[in-house]
């Protein structure tokens, strides 16, 4: 993290965007959003039909990370991020009865609609809850896999996020990820810029270093990979992608 960077500031400016993804989906943003991205992206059409589609309007991930998570039925599942819930409902349909999934948000529009898009469905092996990815208000070993889509990079503190991660996973854990990394050193300007960090830009951290940060916090990185078909849509953060690597990736783990 940088040391002038405003962390309140940050803060407000995620969950102003990220508010409006909840509640204004069809507006423009520096990142596409909805059901043609996760089609994209690899979610299988056959999973997509069976979630809320209000859910998939604000879907704004980056990347398809579930063949990396090795869901089994009857796993606990966490989602650090979950906005409206796609990734949830989407886990939930694998695990069943009786697994669970859990998501973990700290915007409250997002939580909202994302608890009566569950009520609608009658999902009830899915819950939705506010908190913070560094902070995570459950237990140690209480997750058998943890997921996250496009998130950690809004984090200015990456390395107690997976800290947590690690905690909260029981010893045979798994860690499916999808997020937003650079190939080089970005500058102050950018990392400093708080609409720049909303957008997943401004914090995506090196992709060495980002794994780097995985292993530390005690899991073997088992498989990293590009995630091609993602791309930012606004002149401006096209060309901090084109000139700085920044780029989607997904990553497994193991604890």
């Given at each position: 993290?940088?040391?002038?960077?405003?962390?309140?500031?940050?803060?407000?400016?995620?969950?102003?965007?990220?508010?409006?993804?909840?509640?204004?989906?069809?507006?423009?943003?520096?990142?596409?959003?909805?059901?043609?991205?996760?089609?994209?992206?690899?979610?299988?059409?056959?999973?997509?039909?069976?979630?809320?589609?209000?859910?998939?309007?604000?879907?704004?991930?980056?990347?398809?990370?579930?063949?990396?998570?090795?869901?089994?039925?009857?796993?606990?599942?966490?989602?650090?991020?979950?906005?409206?819930?796609?990734?949830?409902?989407?886990?939930?349909?694998?695990?069943?009865?009786?697994?669970?999934?859990?998501?973990?948000?700290m915007t409250d529009q997002q939580l909202a609609k994302a608890r009566q898009m569950r009520d609608e469905a009658g999902m009830d092996n899915v819950s939705f809850e506010r908190g913070y990815i560094e902070d995570v208000p459950f237990?140690?070993?209480?997750?058998?896999?943890?997921?996250?889509?496009?998130?950690?990079?809004?984090?200015?503190?990456?390395?107690?996020?997976?800290?947590?991660?690690?905690?909260?996973?029981?010893?045979?854990?798994?860690?499916?990820?999808?997020?937003?990394?650079?190939?080089?050193?970005?500058?102050?300007?950018?990392?400093?810029?708080?609409?720049?960090?909303?957008?997943?830009?401004?914090?995506?951290?090196?992709?060495?270093?980002?794994?780097?940060?995985?292993?530390?916090?005690?899991?073997?990185?088992?498989?990293?990979?590009?995630?091609?078909?993602?791309?930012?849509?606004?002149?401006?953060?096209?060309?901090?992608?084109?000139?700085?690597?920044?780029?989607?990736?997904?990553?497994?783990?193991?604890?």
């Amino acid at each position: 993290m940088t040391n002038s960077l405003n962390v309140e500031r940050l803060e407000r400016a995620v969950k102003s965007v990220y508010q409006d993804v909840a509640e204004a989906p069809n507006e423009e943003y520096h990142f596409e959003m909805g059901r043609t991205l996760a089609e994209r992206l690899g979610y299988p059409a056959s999973d997509l039909d069976r979630i809320p589609a209000r859910v998939l309007e604000s879907f704004a991930g980056v990347g398809y990370h579930f063949d990396l998570s090795n869901l089994r039925e009857g796993d606990n599942v966490l989602d650090l991020g979950s906005g409206s819930g796609t990734d949830v409902f989407v886990a939930a349909l694998q695990v069943e009865n009786p697994g669970s999934v859990t998501g973990l948000d700290m915007t409250d529009q997002q939580l909202a609609k994302a608890r009566q898009m569950r009520d609608e469905a009658g999902m009830d092996n899915v819950s939705f809850e506010r908190g913070y990815i560094e902070d995570v208000p459950f237990d140690d070993g209480a997750f058998d896999v943890v997921v996250s889509n496009g998130v950690i990079n809004l984090s200015p503190d990456k390395e107690q996020v997976f800290e947590e991660a690690n905690r909260v996973l029981a010893s045979d854990g798994r860690l499916a990820i999808s997020d937003i990394i650079s190939e080089k050193l970005m500058p102050e300007s950018i990392k400093n810029n708080e609409d720049l960090w909303a957008a997943c830009i401004g914090g995506a951290e090196q992709v060495d270093r980002y794994t780097a940060l995985i292993e530390t916090a005690g899991f073997e990185v088992m498989e990293v990979r590009d995630n091609t078909q993602y791309e930012f849509i606004s002149e401006q953060a096209a060309n901090a992608c084109q000139k700085y690597g920044v780029k989607s990736i997904s990553l497994g783990a193991q604890k």
